[in-house]
């Protein structure tokens, strides 16, 4: 079997229908994989699915609602198939000064990213443990290696994640589920351009750091989502995996 091949695989992919999430999509799907993509809007998820033929199966879940998550994960598993494969991607973002950021605004973006993730791992992760496989990976960020501004509950949200990621990996692996992220630094999304849209000094600063010139495409992390659930990675499992064209390697 072709070693990246996620044939009669099905995962999940949360906040799968727009940005970061679509490409991840594209991608497993590239790859074989029967995908659900979760948010909380159904015409954005109906219209992504209708991209893929069927491949694709929207569902309507907001992470950040973890008592519903139980049943979620049961209709995946009767309505598409036991899953295979979990991708964290579900996120939001509020751009403000520290001091100008609120409780709830900070709470919200940590409800989201980690929270909401760590909720939907444990529902997920129990019938991976039972058959013995499975690949869960997290969406962590450039934000968690480097200093930003403005972003205190974001970067805060996804240097958690590494600690989940590292602490999940040493439960999982020897009961053979594998536990992984993603880095991404500055990938063209609308999230991206929504911060840099009405700020030109930090557009300039990001593309100063990059080794790669421009900003990277979803299917750019979207491709090492596939290469870390294949069996390509069977012996890789508590690595964050930075994609982001050597932004954080920069002098």
């Not at 989201?112 to 760590?118: E, K, P, R, V, Y």
């Not at 930003?148 to 974001?154: D, K, Q």
């Not at 990001?206 to 495409?217: C, D, K, M, S």
């Not at 090492?224 to 932004?247: H, M, N, Q, W």
Request: aromatic share 6%.
């Amino acid at each position: 079997m072709f070693p990246f091949s996620l044939e009669n695989q099905t995962a999940i992919v949360t906040g799968g229908g727009t940005g970061l999430g679509l490409g991840i999509t594209r991608c497993l799907v590239a790859a074989g994989a029967r995908v659900v993509v979760t948010g909380r809007r159904a015409e954005v998820l109906e219209s992504a699915a209708a991209e893929f033929g069927g491949k694709v199966i929207p569902m309507v879940v907001d992470v950040t609602d973890t008592k519903t998550l139980p049943a979620f994960v049961a209709r995946v598993t009767e309505e598409v198939g036991a899953p295979d494969i979990l991708v964290n991607n579900a996120g939001i973002h509020v751009k403000k000064p520290a001091l100008e950021m609120t409780d709830e605004d900070f709470e919200s973006v940590l409800r989201t990213h980690l929270t909401g993730a760590f909720a939907l791992t444990r529902e997920v992760a129990p019938g991976m443990i039972a058959r013995g496989r499975g690949s869960i990976v997290f969406v962590s960020s450039m934000t968690a290696y480097m200093g930003m501004p403005l972003v205190a509950g974001y970067a805060t949200a996804k240097t958690g994640v590494i600690g989940l990621v590292r602490t999940l990996s040493a439960e999982f692996a020897p009961k053979g589920v594998r536990v992984n992220a993603v880095a991404p630094g500055w990938i063209d999304t609308p999230m991206l351009r929504k911060a840099i849209s009405s700020d030109a000094e930090r557009e300039r600063k990001i593309r100063g750091r990059l080794q790669i010139e421009g900003f990277g495409v979803p299917e750019d992390v979207g491709w090492a989502a596939v290469y870390l659930c294949s069996e390509a990675a069977r012996y890789v499992t508590g690595v964050i995996l930075p994609i982001d064209g050597g932004g954080h390697a920069s002098f």
